[in-house]
């Protein structure tokens, strides 16, 4: 089995997710590109943000595709939904790939699948509830601590405070690198892998075995998980 990994983010996912994936059982090697794939490996590429996902490079994956045939076997893409409902983008996505196979009449060997990261990236990793304070902090984390609390409430329900001026993916992203370094705990986009440490992925594989938060990180790892 070959996937090609589709991935929205050129950053921090696409730095982790290769790590959660042999947490998760999957034994499939990481080549550079299509052209190395054999029997059981994969292909992760970023996507270069959402607009250019969907506008150009979704459709330049998909020519590759078809130009190699019998190398990959499933297509799988990994997005935000920002401020979209995740089914809303999870459909939006669908119906691109359908209506550009269909247009270009393709007959494609290969199936495809669309995971969506409801809100952001950063809200599946606000799951590890061994980060979140069990007494009222101070200084900079305060606000957060006191606007929603992530430990016991669903992340993904998680909505911008009326006076913060800013989208729900940003303000995941800033409630996050705040818990974090409350924690003493360096996190950025560009420097990611304590995230990617097993004892991390634990935490956040708990969380949603133990409750219904982070359906959307459920999906995914319902799919992939081998062990």
Not at 99 to 116: C, E, G, R
Request: with cysteine.
């Amino acid at each position: 089995m070959n996937y090609y990994f589709l991935l929205e983010d050129e950053k921090s996912s696409i730095k982790v997710l290769p790590n959660w994936l042999e947490y998760m059982g999957i034994k499939n090697i990481r080549v550079q590109d299509i052209t190395y794939l054999t029997d059981n490996c994969y292909v992760m590429q970023s996507g270069q943000g959402i607009t250019q996902l969907i506008t150009r490079v979704l459709f330049q994956t998909i020519d590759t595709i078809i130009q190699n045939p019998g190398k990959v076997d499933e297509l799988i893409v990994i997005l935000d939904s920002e401020e979209y409902d995740a089914l809303s983008r999870k459909n939006q996505v669908n119906s691109i790939i359908e209506k550009y196979i269909k247009d270009k009449d393709y007959h494609i060997d290969f199936t495809y699948k669309v995971f969506v990261c409801n809100h952001c990236f950063e809200t599946w990793l606000l799951g590890n509830r061994s980060l979140f304070p069990e007494e009222r902090p101070s200084g900079d984390f305060q606000k957060y601590y006191d606007s929603y609390n992530v430990k016991d409430s669903d992340p993904e329900m998680m909505t911008v405070p009326q006076n913060v001026q800013e989208t729900i993916a940003s303000y995941h992203f800033h409630y996050l690198h705040e818990m974090c370094r409350y924690n003493k705990i360096r996190y950025s986009k560009k420097k990611p892998m304590i995230m990617a440490k097993e004892e991390y992925f634990n935490q956040l594989k708990i969380r949603i075995e133990s409750t219904h938060h982070l359906r959307s990180f459920f999906e995914f790892y319902s799919y992939f998980n081998q062990t």
